[in-house]
């Protein structure tokens, strides 16, 4: 829980740095020279930052961090709560350089000149992968199909201009933000409830690494080209970037970066059948059975984890860097007195897990009384950091739902954190969360433990 810490303090930084950004311009910039302290904006959002299992993550936040190291800089980041507040503080002088992609258009380019690493997107088409003869490969074959798309967005106005330029035909079905995001949308297509939908290609990139069977090849935009910005009186600084970034080692960087956010598949490990009618649930039922005595906890529960976690893989690393049979942060291994290297060996992996469950419980028992209904609190925590339960449970009292009840109430919650509505809603202090795969953790950690019951003595 130290590391919760951290981001907290961190959190409280954020809004003062906010607030500062009213007052008179703050120059502590010298032409030619970097500074000792490189102060940073960036956008909570799932590609830029967010906060997973306690630790600061996003392509831009590593990019940045990445530049800061590389110069002997120290990083003061300061997640703001929209572009335009960015571009303002940049004006103001709070602010040395916005670490996000701000497009390269009019709107911008007589207040920010761009830097850094440049990058093209545009929206495209996400449709289910089907066979090549079935896909749609062109815009003409869009007509006589139907189209969900977010309701006043730029997704239906380009929808509507295209239904235009084909002479109409096309069913295009708006669809209020206030209830579904484009994520729930690029979500719907894949799992069949509707059949396409249109989305920026950086994003539809990044959910093709959840949902493998789909298809966003079809571009229907032109490109918006984008990067980070410093202010037009500092050219200098954004020559620095430029040369930094044209350097081997942080273009080699970046191309990993890209790999590991957009590439790298972020589903459950593929499922492995596990015959619990023989009486025992893994090769570390002895190790599951000792760890979970010293915290009084049921063994089978623990063991339900590991197989949902890595299905008993020691080796298993994610794409967020966990490891070992219980998938933990090397951050965290190193806060409960582990080595990253020592969460190959099971009964370190598992040992460190309970160390973990132990303070989630501690952190939540006073939020959440009845023991068993903690038990899918503590999952969720597990799976998500601690940060983003409590923003959930925030979000549950102020909205009328129930915030001592998992199902249905705060795993609702949990969900609205990857709307902007609710994770910028100032109780919510953590931000964007991909609440999807933590829900879907705990209700398959839960449907593998009561088969597990039913099975397996305790």
Not at 122 to 129: E, F, G, I, Y
Not at 131 to 151: C, F, M, N, R, W
Request: charged share 25%.
């Amino acid at each position: 829980m130290r590391t919760l810490y951290r981001i907290i303090a961190a959190v409280a930084i954020v809004a003062i740095a906010c607030t500062r950004s009213k007052e008179a311009p703050v120059e502590h910039l010298h032409d030619g020279q970097l500074p000792d302290t490189l102060r940073v904006a960036t956008l909570y959002s799932p590609t830029s930052y967010f906060i997973y299992r306690e630790e600061p993550m996003g392509l831009d936040y590593s990019l940045v961090n990445r530049l800061a190291d590389d110069k002997s800089m120290v990083l003061d980041l300061v997640v703001a709560p929209s572009l335009s507040s960015m571009v303002e503080m940049l004006d103001s002088g709070i602010i040395d350089l916005i670490a996000y992609p701000v497009p390269v258009t009019s709107e911008y380019r007589e207040r920010v000149l761009s830097c850094g690493p440049y990058s093209e997107t545009h929206q495209v088409l996400v449709q289910p992968r089907r066979a090549s003869s079935e896909l749609i490969t062109d815009v003409t074959q869009l007509p006589g199909h139907e189209v969900y798309v977010e309701k006043d967005s730029k997704y239906y106005y380009r929808m509507h201009n295209l239904n235009e330029e084909l002479g109409g035909g096309i069913a295009i079905h708006p669809i209020d933000r206030d209830t579904l995001i484009g994520e729930d949308l690029i979500e719907m297509v894949s799992d069949g409830s509707i059949p396409l939908t249109v989305i920026d290609s950086d994003i539809a990139r990044l959910n093709r690494t959840y949902y493998p069977n789909l298809d966003v090849s079809l571009t229907l935009s032109f490109p918006q080209r984008s990067a980070w910005g410093v202010s037009q009186r500092y050219p200098w600084l954004a020559d620095s970037i430029d040369a930094w970034m044209s350097e081997k080692r942080p273009r080699d960087a970046r191309e990993r970066l890209l790999r590991r956010y957009f590439e790298l598949a972020k589903d459950d490990p593929s499922s492995v059948p596990v015959d619990l009618t023989r009486g025992h649930i893994s090769p570390y039922d002895n190790i599951f059975k000792k760890m979970a005595a010293t915290i009084d906890y049921d063994w089978r529960l623990l063991a339900s984890q590991g197989y949902v976690e890595s299905h008993f893989d020691s080796t298993r690393v994610s794409w967020a860097g966990a490891r070992g049979i219980m998938q933990i942060m090397p951050s965290t291994a190193r806060a409960y007195g582990a080595s990253p290297d020592s969460l190959a060996n099971p009964s370190e992996s598992i040992h460190t897990a309970t160390l973990i469950l132990r303070d989630l419980n501690k952190s939540l028992s006073r939020l959440v009384k009845d023991p068993e209904e903690r038990t899918k609190f503590i999952l969720g925590a597990y799976n998500s950091g601690l940060a983003h339960i409590y923003d959930a449970i925030a979000l549950a009292e102020k909205l009328g739902y129930n915030p001592q009840v998992w199902d249905g109430n705060v795993a609702e919650c949990l969900l609205l954190k990857a709307n902007p509505e609710y994770y910028n809603d100032p109780v919510c202090k953590f931000g964007y969360f991909r609440g999807r795969q933590t829900t879907t953790y705990v209700n398959h950690v839960m449907a593998f433990y009561t088969r597990c019951k039913q099975y397996i003595a305790e």
